[in-house]
Each structure stands twice: as C-alpha cells, then as structure tokens.
C-alpha cells in the first residue's frame, strides 16, 4: 500500500530556479493538500483541492501554483525559488468531510534547501 | 469560522506524570476530531480519532461539546512520548478542509 508518495525527498535550490514537487495517493481521496513545515513551528496550509478541477489558496499561498491533473496527482510548483521556502514540504490526502474515513494521510515530505 | 486552537506551543513534563495536551475547536456543526503525532524527521501519523473513542499508546481523548475541547490526556508519560502533536478538525461538508492546529510540542524529561 503506497498510500501518499511525494518526490523528491530532498531538493537543493539556488534562489531564482524553478522546481516541482510531486504528490500521489492511490487511496481513491478526493481531497488533497499541500503544506510546509519550518523547524520548530506547526503546519501552514499553502493550497487545497476538494477535488479534480479545484484548488483554493491557503494560509501561505505566495510564491506558489498548484496543479490537481487528476483526482491522484496533485503537484505544487515554486516558479522563482527564494530562500525563505526553505522547508519541509508535506502533502497530504483525505476523502473529505461528511465521510466516516475523513482523516488525512501524509506523505513523508520534501526537504527543501534554496541558497 | 472554523478554527482549532492548542494553546501551548511547548509542554514539558517529567516521565510518569500525567499530560495533558489541550485543543479548542470553533465550528458551527458536528465535526470529527482528531490527533496527529509526529516523531522526529517523520511524516504525521493519525493518533484517535474521537469517533473510535480508543485508546492508543495509553491516549485518550474526549470531546466536550459543551466546551468546545478535544484534550488529549495519558496518565503516566514515558520518554517515547516526546514529539509534536496535532489536533484536528473535520468538517460534515464533502468540500470542507481538515482544519489542523498550530501544534504542541511535548518534551519528556528524564
């Protein structure tokens, strides 16, 4: 069981680079997410898809674009990298509310370096 | 709104005390509650749920609808324990998100 993958596990970036990171679930979810994790501090949510089709800005948005190409696939883009996106990147995928099964699972996430 | 507090960012405790971990959620409705864990460098792992009304690694949780809370308690804390916790919301909405705390980080002293 797969469950939520991401690639790649870590990243080194030079500021100005672009790069895309990868999230895949084979659990049939219809929610996915994308968040960061700076050392010490909680999740901060970036962007949300309910579903196929949609995605909606979180509480970290800028500096970012996300792509839901299908219901398994939801990939998150750093269009001109900066150092402060250095993190740990996770994504995560859930069926959503009004569901018995509605918790979220992580993928084991990205370690993003950009000097 | 929706919201999920934890109040503390850090909670030391000694090994074989009690711990407890708070949470507040703010949600017009009847969400499902949850707590994650994360050990060091790893991925978010589900703890309970309060559906389950289990108990796991010697947690428990109960809701308090009246109080809005979903504290996470264990009677006698072991030094495994340390980590980051996270409570959890989730709404009855097919579109609504998982609503995630800022994370309480627990730290077993010997």
């Known amino acids: 069981n797969a469950g939520v993958t991401q690639t790649p596990k870590f990243q080194v970036l030079k500021t100005g680079q672009s790069m895309t990171l990868q999230c895949a679930q084979d659990?049939?979810?219809?929610?996915m997410y994308w968040y960061r994790q700076d050392p010490g501090m909680g999740l901060r949510l970036i962007y949300y898809?309910?579903?196929?089709?949609?995605?909606d800005k979180g509480e970290v948005p800028n500096g970012y674009n996300v792509s839901r190409l299908n219901k398994r696939e939801f990939s998150l883009r750093l269009e001109s990298a900066a150092p402060s996106q250095t993190s740990v990147y996770f994504c995560?995928?859930?069926?959503?509310?009004?569901?018995?099964?509605?918790?979220?699972?992580f993928g084991q996430g990205t370690r993003l370096t950009v000097v | 709104a929706q919201r999920v507090t934890q109040p503390e960012k850090l909670l030391s405790v000694f090994k074989g005390a009690p711990v407890e971990l708070k949470c507040n959620y703010s949600?017009?409705?009847?969400?499902?509650l949850f707590w994650y864990v994360q050990y060091s460098r790893q991925r978010l792992q589900l703890l309970l749920r309060?559906?389950s009304r289990e108990s796991i690694k010697g947690f428990t949780a109960d809701l308090n609808k009246g109080e809005t809370s979903f504290h996470l308690k264990k009677p006698f804390a072991q030094e495994e324990d340390s980590a980051m916790y996270y409570c959890?919301?989730?709404?009855?909405?097919?579109?609504?998100?998982?609503?995630f705390g800022k994370g309480t980080r627990l730290h077993i002293l010997p």
């Open positions: 659990m049939n979810h219809n929610s």
């Open positions: 309060h559906i």
């Open positions: 898809s309910a579903s196929e089709g949609t995605t």
């Open positions: 959890a919301l989730s709404g009855m909405n097919r579109d609504d998100k998982i609503i």
């Open positions: 949600y017009s409705g009847s969400p499902e």
């Open positions: 995560a995928s859930s069926y959503g509310g009004a569901s018995a099964y509605s918790e979220a699972f």
